[in-house]
């Protein structure tokens, strides 16, 4: 397999499917191990940016860089308590929390700072997000207050949710959390590309990292993997992080611009001829752009990419608009891992598949998994115990607060992301007639009783209570 660099985003969907670790990821550049490759083909077809084919090129790693004493690194100590790998949201709050517990705290991320690349459709609820930080006018676009819906055959259902959300400036927001993690103590190298973890004879962890083109190296007594989709520590850590291919979104997105919108309302567009086992989402940023975006799952890329989807999308729904730049990702719309800790590692966020398997909501949930993490560390540090069994405490409490519901919301993925156009179709009728202000979720419930409730209530608990209300 070959990697056509002049296309590549560098979104790592390729490494998320891989299940041979053979692609490597930094800030640069991909590159496919072809003496690892087993030709499966499944980062070519789900590459969104169609950067994959078939080829060789020798891409083994190099063995001649050098590693140098840390103690050159200026701010660096040579042994933390905790280490970060990844500064999302997940990274960052996992650092907050570690540092707030007094843990000395170290945050390597890859990219020049936190929150750029955007690679988000950038909704979040208002609800319960002080508990990580004040809202604040300088990280919201735009408001939302309604969803829409839209069915196959063109009907709409409008919901309305009594808790605010938000379309956020995510290179603003990230940045914030990052900053709040390093006003309580944490640290923070950028450009620092983590490529491997290995276990020390007195049971602490050196993270190797490269950074400034020579390799280096930090010690410390437990690893955090935040490093998103393409997550590679829990691999390192002997977690199989594979995703299967109907498990990965794969996804484009286009900063529309020029056009006209309610500015209080996203809207989802479902059907197989618009976006097969997924949709097109519109979040208005103003009244008159929106990041507008396709996911579809891996084994539907296959027969034609999702960006031809939402080019045929555009034409139809916004054929006057200007598109001031695109984005290539993917979204680990899974279960959780049935392992998210192992001695000394654990993962939070995209890494650990944490993310709402129907909405591909992700942020809120790397958000809390973060808090529970650090939280954790800071119980295993004062134990003086990283292994697996104290560990393990963060993933009962993950599996309490959101675990159970997620998985419930992966069953329903399965069932609506699927279902035959006429059975979406079948929402629009039932609901016909009602005034949109009143399609809450009880009255929903109420409504339908005589209609498809089964499917109303699955449509219904998934989007309101996920994306909306999270
Ligand atoms: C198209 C799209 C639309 C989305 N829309 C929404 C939405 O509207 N609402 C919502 O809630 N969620 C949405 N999500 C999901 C959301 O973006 C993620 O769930 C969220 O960013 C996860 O946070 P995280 O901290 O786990 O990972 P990330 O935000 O992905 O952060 C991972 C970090 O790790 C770094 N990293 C990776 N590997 C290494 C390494 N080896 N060394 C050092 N650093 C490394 C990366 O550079 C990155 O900064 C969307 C996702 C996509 C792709
Ligand atoms: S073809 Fe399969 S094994 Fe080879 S790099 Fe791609 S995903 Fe990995
Ligand atoms: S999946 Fe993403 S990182 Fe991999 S080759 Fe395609 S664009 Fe590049």
Known sequence: MKVIWNKCDICGVCASVCPVDAVTISEHKVEINNMKCIDCNKCLIVCPAMAIVRGFENNSPKEDETTIDLTLLPNIE????????????????????????????????????????????????????????????????????????????GNHLDMRSKVEGYVLERRVFDSALCDIA?????????????TGIKKTSDGKMKVFFTYKGLQRYVTCKIVIGADGVES??????????????????????????????????ISFYFGNKIAPG?????????????????????????????????DEFIKIHFPEASISYTVYSGVPIANTLDKIVADNVMLVGDA????????????????????????????????????????KKYSQEWERVLGSKHR????????????????????????????????????????????????????????VLSKISI
């Not at 517990?101 to 208002?126: F, H």
């Not at 390093?182 to 640290?187: D, F, I, L, T, Y």
């Not at 519109?282 to 929106?290: I, L």
């Not at 039932?430 to 979720?441: N, T, V």
């Open 278 to 310: 997924g949709y097109v989402w519109v979040f208005h940023k103003s009244s008159n752009s929106a990041n507008v975006g396709i996911g579809i799952t891996g084994n539907f890329a296959q027969n034609k990419p999702a960006q031809d989807y939402l």
């Open 352 to 391: 650990a598949r944490q993310v709402n398997p129907v909405t591909g909501g992700g942020i809120k949930q790397a958000m809390v998994a973060g808090k529970i993490a650090g939280e954790v560390a800071a119980e295993a540090i004062l134990k003086n115990d990283y292994s697996t069994k104290i560990l």
């Open 408 to 463: 419930f919301m992966y069953k329903i993925k399965e069932k609506v992301l699927n279902a035959p156009d006429e059975r979406l179709n079948k929402i629009s009728n039932i609901c016909k007639g009602l005034p949109a202000e009143d399609i809450s979720l009880t009255y929903l419930f109420k409504a339908v009783v005589k209609g498809d409730p089964k499917l109303v209530a699955e449509m219904a608990t998934a989007f």
């Open 232 to 265: 590679r520590v829990g691999r390192w850590a002997g977690i199989d992080t594979t995703l299967k291919l109907n498990d990965i979104s794969s996804s484009t997105q286009y900063r529309i611009n020029n056009i006209q919108l309610d500015s209080e309302m």
């Open 182 to 194: 390093c006003q309580k103590g944490a640290e923070m190298l950028t450009k620092a590309d983590v």
């Open 78 to 153: 040579k042994e933390y308590d905790v280490i970060v790998v990844g500064a999302g949201p997940g990274g960052s709050v996992t650092a907050r929390f570690s540092a707030e517990n007094n843990l000395s705290t170290l945050i390597l991320e890859r990219d020049r700072e936190a929150g750029i690349p955007v690679r988000c459709a950038e909704g979040i609820s208002g609800g319960g997000l002080d508990a990580f930080i004040n809202i604040d006018e300088r990280f919201i676009s735009s408001r939302i207050r309604k969803a829409r819906l839209y069915t196959p055959d």
